[in-house]
């Protein structure tokens, strides 16, 4: 069965501090793997996407990883800002996209003064 | 880049009326939109595939009669929530993608959502 799990669940840490965002997949075949930032009551939006051949995406202080060996990647925020506080997604799709997407439950973070 | 624009992002309704959400592309064309379902912590659950000039695609358990969608052109799809209860009470998201051949399957660009409330 096609499964995104995410990790941690949800995860507070204070300004200026950095932290790692984990996401493992079982979703086959597979064609990309997104990042998107949710800010409460609005739309996700996209940080980074990367393909089957792609190790590491960078977005300003968002660094994605990928090992399609392990089905793992992670997301890394640098010198988090009270703005980071939001729902990260993983989001894990197969050949024909928006059908095939798979959510993971996301990671809640909270950044604090 | 591309942009999804969604339209209300806010709605109340009294029980039993119809709400209708619009989805737009507003610099490319969208062969195919996508719609969602969030409820409060909880992840994005896709309801239906939209398919210009053609039915729109179900995911088992949504009713076709309770969410009708239209895909009337290629920049435009709309989602009306047709006598609307309490318990339709949720946030709606939309998500489109340009590209050319397989690629307009994609749906990687999602709208800022719809908050509906029914009262």
């Known amino acids: 069965k096609n499964q995104v799990e995410q990790s941690p669940q949800s995860l507070i840490i204070l300004e200026g501090k950095n932290c790692t965002l984990q996401?493992?997949?079982?979703?086959?075949?597979?064609?990309?793997l997104r990042w998107y930032k949710q800010d409460t009551g609005r739309g996700p939006v996209s940080l980074t996407i990367?393909?089957?051949?792609?190790n590491t995406k960078s977005n300003g202080r968002y660094t994605a990883t990928l090992d399609a060996d392990t089905k793992q990647s992670s997301l890394h925020i640098t010198a988090s800002q009270l703005s980071d506080s939001a729902s990260y997604i993983c989001?894990?799709?197969?050949?024909?996209?928006?059908?095939?997407?798979?959510f993971g439950p996301g990671t809640r973070l909270s950044v604090l003064p | 880049g591309a942009v999804v624009s969604q339209h209300p992002s806010r709605v109340i309704c009294k029980s039993g009326t119809s709400v209708k959400i619009e989805c737009r592309s507003l610099?490319?064309?969208?062969?195919?939109m996508f719609w969602y379902r969030q409820f409060p912590k909880q992840s994005l659950m896709l309801m239906a595939t939209?398919?210009?000039?053609?039915?729109?695609?179900?995911e088992q358990g949504v009713e076709k009669d309770k969410f009708l969608i239209n895909h009337a052109s290629l920049t435009l799809s709309t989602l009306t929530v047709t006598s609307a209860h309490p318990e339709d009470s949720s946030f709606y998201i939309c998500?489109?993608?340009?590209?050319?051949?397989?690629?307009?399957?994609?749906?990687?660009?999602f709208g800022s959502g719809t908050r509906l409330t029914v009262v």
């Open positions: 998500s489109a993608s340009p590209g050319t051949g397989g690629a307009r399957a994609y749906g990687y660009t």
């Open positions: 989001v894990v799709s197969g050949p024909t996209g928006g059908q095939n997407f798979v």
């Open positions: 939209s398919n210009e000039g053609s039915k729109a695609t179900y």
């Open positions: 610099d490319f064309q969208a062969t195919t």
């Open positions: 996401c493992n997949y079982t979703v086959s075949p597979f064609s990309n």
């Open positions: 990367m393909t089957f051949s792609e």
